[in-house]
């Protein structure tokens, strides 16, 4: 089980690792966003050796707010997300669709993933995504698709906060990705139009009806905590609330003897 840095958002990507550390995650995906230490592979492998908290995944800084990191132009951050995750022994690199104004990028996004793929050990996992609302409205904001399913990718991430955003079926989704599915966001979320990412069990998502087919099945990829914090009112509450999610992810995740 591993907790994705963003979980501890607003503090730092090294407040991150201090917390994997202390409550027993099996290790950190880094996401890359605005924090410089999420940038400086150096710098994680430094905090990554002092925790003694392994780096199993990065996730491509794909988020509006990360526009001009790792370069403007998305098959750099690609790239380079690669390097990272080949320099620290990370096996999986998360990306999203494009945004559908990225039009280039949009119409070579399947292509150029098989591409990168076959270049690299590194998987790289596409995420599903979900439609924009503002009240009753919808907007489609990735391409090719937000339901990453649709296309043909090598490997895919679930994100089950992400199911909920899109009010579509979980399981169906994971069906539907098959042996292709190497990476696992969990999270939870009540069919909101904003993307909630709450604590496992708090919400509507069949978080734990997945876990318990991934441990039946043999999956072979990571689970990872990524949810929401922002709203505790203290570090100790955030600590309490992904220690929560740590204990219902073993709960769930252990095999029935």
């Keep these: 089980m591993l907790l994705s ?22 290790g950190v995906e880094v996401m890359v966003w605005t924090d410089p230490v999420s940038q400086d592979v150096d710098a994680l492998r430094g905090l ?32 380079r997300a690669r390097s990272a995750a080949e320099r620290l022994g990370a096996s999986t690199v998360v990306v ?7 039009r280039q990028y949009a119409r070579d996004f399947v292509t150029g993933i098989w591409r990168m793929a076959d270049e690299t050990d590194v998987r790289f996992a596409v995420e599903n995504m ?8 919808e907007m489609l904001a990735y391409a090719p698709e937000w339901d990453v399913t649709k296309d043909d990718y090598r490997h895919f991430t679930v994100d089950l906060s992400h199911t909920a955003t899109a009010r579509t079926d979980a399981l169906a989704m994971v069906d539907r990705m098959g042996d292709r599915l190497g990476h696992v966001h969990l999270a939870d979320g009540k069919g909101s139009a904003k993307d909630e990412h709450l604590v496992p069990g708090r919400g509507d998502q069949p978080c734990a009806e997945l876990l318990h087919r991934l441990a039946a099945t043999g999956f072979d990829g990571h689970v990872v905590i990524e ?11 955030r600590e309490t609330d992904l220690a929560e999610a740590l204990a219902f ?9």
């Design 96 to 102: 999203h669709p494009p945004f559908r104004w990225q």
């Design 48 to 79: 990554s050796d002092y925790h003694s908290v392994p780096i199993h995944a990065v996730h491509a800084p794909c988020l509006l707010i990360t526009q001009r990191v790792w370069s403007t132009d998305p098959w750099v951050k690609l790239d």
């Design 227 to 237: 949810v929401n914090t922002r709203r505790a009112m203290s570090s100790a509450e």
């Design 249 to 257: 992810t073993r709960l769930h995740l252990t095999p029935s003897l």
């Design 130 to 137: 979900y439609p924009w609302r503002y009240r009753d409205r």
């Design 5 to 26: 840095t963003a979980s501890v958002y607003p503090e730092s990507t090294a407040t991150a690792f201090e917390i994997a550390a202390r409550l027993g995650y099996d």
